[in-house]
């Protein structure tokens, strides 16, 4: 159980912390927040300070700064973001018009203009050391631009870009940042609050299987310190009213969110709890809890599922009527019994290992939820974390408190790879990374600049800083 005076690790960064992000439709007005989390050897903290036009952040400009992540993503993590506030609303399932484009422009001048001071808080993935503190101002987007067209008062194009402060972009580039589901966040709605408490348990379970805190303390950590919330009253009709909607969401970490309620001597405690689920309605054995489980896993994920199961090839033995290579819940034995020996190979070097009942079942559940190519891919990530953190695996069941960690950072590989190969295959540079810039009507080369590998992004360029570039297919961009 988690000790606790520990409550999140500072190392995951200080934009994972659920109490920078206020409700959307909070009436506090805060603009000055100071937040202190505790570790085993010190304290990390964090001074924030509005901006007095924008206001403080909300879980709305969460939204929107995942948003960009996702969209640095995809393009293979490029210092200079280009995008369109069109496409932010797209990402976060927000309905287009007049008050999307005014809340997303909003939500973006806050991740721009809201001031940090950080004290023992970020870890660079460069220096491989937490910072003791910086010594200027720090804010999450260190550069933005909005540009918009309009003809008759309607925006009828945006170029639009931004850059990520030093810090979180050398961070995303090393791949050290907690993954987010964003589909789980986007669930939640308007409902501010949800998702602060979604984001607070995805924290606190990331290297555990069960956290309790008394309820005045998680209000206290995602900032909801109003006059409304100092009743424990009000505090526990607020949880009773957003516990359901918690129940069931996948964690980053691996497996399901169950939230409890219980009475204490002194008032109530939260309860947090991982379920690891299979993804049917079959039971299976709760890696923390004696207790059987059915819940039904969420569509995005079912589609995931059956995407990468059509990626894998059909094994003809699978229809074979020996007992060795016959299916169980449409994973073969034989599967389940690889990747137990892989654990064993890769972990301590021992091969011909028996599987027992337990391990095959349990590597039947990865199996089943992420795929065997993949469930592959979280064993050797699970490996390399553990001996980066110098965390002793003992059994199989160790592996699935890697396995949503694993699997996010599978799919970013693909990602990676398959950008690679566009890069290498680009059309407007022709496979040579750069493009000309060029002067006047001789069109002399003036130097190169690095191609974005996309048109638009070509176009934008090109247009906000006033140069001609000349494409490999010699087309002049201008």
Excluded at 107 to 119: E, S
Excluded at 432 to 440: A, E, H, N, Q, T
Aim: net charge positive.
């Amino acid at each position: 159980m988690m000790k606790e005076d520990v409550l999140v690790r500072p190392e995951l960064n200080f934009e994972k912390w659920p109490g920078i992000w206020q409700p959307i439709k909070s009436n506090s007005k805060l603009y000055e927040i100071v937040l202190e989390r505790k570790t085993t050897d010190s304290i990390s903290k964090v001074e924030i300070t509005a901006n007095s036009k924008y206001g403080p952040l909300t879980t709305e400009a969460q939204k929107i700064l995942y948003a960009l992540y996702k969209i640095s993503e995809e393009r293979g993590h490029p210092r200079r973001i280009y995008f369109s506030c069109n496409k932010i609303a797209k990402i976060i399932k927000k309905k287009w018009g007049r008050n999307a484009a005014d809340s997303i422009r909003k939500g973006l001048y806050q991740l721009r203009f809201t001031a940090f001071i950080l004290d023992n808080v970020f870890y660079d993935s460069i220096s491989k050391k937490r910072i003791s503190s910086f010594t200027d101002t720090f804010t999450i987007l260190s550069v933005l631009k909005i540009s918009q067209d309009r003809i008759d008062g309607h925006v009828t194009k945006e170029a639009c870009y931004c850059e990520f402060n030093e810090y979180i972009y050398n961070n995303l580039l090393n791949n050290y940042v907690k993954p987010t589901l964003l589909d789980v966040v986007l669930s939640f709605g308007e409902d501010g609050i949800a998702q602060s408490f979604y984001s607070h348990f995805d924290l606190l379970l990331a290297n555990t299987s069960i956290c309790r805190r008394p309820i005045e303390k998680s209000f206290a950590d995602i900032n909801l310190i109003g006059k409304e919330y100092q009743k424990l009253s009000i505090m526990k009709r607020t949880f009773e009213r957003i516990k359901p909607k918690l129940n069931g969401k996948r964690l980053s970490s691996g497996g399901t969110l169950e939230v409890q309620l219980e009475k204490t001597i002194s008032g109530y405690d939260l309860v947090g709890i991982k379920k690891m689920e299979n993804i049917d309605k079959n039971p299976i054995k709760n890696v923390c809890e004696k207790e059987n489980t059915t819940k039904e896993i969420s569509s995005p994920l079912k589609k995931r599922i059956e995407k990468l199961s059509k990626a894998m090839p059909e094994d003809p033995t699978t229809k074979s009527i020996n007992t060795d290579v016959v299916k169980t819940n449409g994973v073969r034995k034989e599967s389940a019994k690889e990747l137990v020996e892989l654990f064993a190979k890769r972990f301590f070097n021992l091969e011909n290992v028996k599987a027992t009942t337990k391990e095959l079942n349990q590597a039947k559940q990865l199996i089943e939820e992420f795929g065997f190519d993949t469930s592959k891919y979280i064993v050797g990530y699970a490996h390399q974390q553990a001996a980066r953190s110098n965390y002793k695996v003992g059994q199989f069941a160790a592996i699935l408190e890697y396995s949503g960690r694993g699997a996010a950072q599978y799919e970013k590989d693909i990602k990676a790879k398959q950008y690679q190969q566009k890069l290498e295959n680009c059309q407007f540079c022709n496979g040579s990374i750069y493009i000309d810039v060029i002067s006047g009507e001789t069109q002399r080369v003036r130097y190169k600049l690095k191609c974005p590998h996309s048109l638009e992004q070509i176009e934008a360029i090109s247009k906000e800083k006033q140069i001609k570039l000349r494409l490999a297919d010699g087309k002049i961009i201008e």
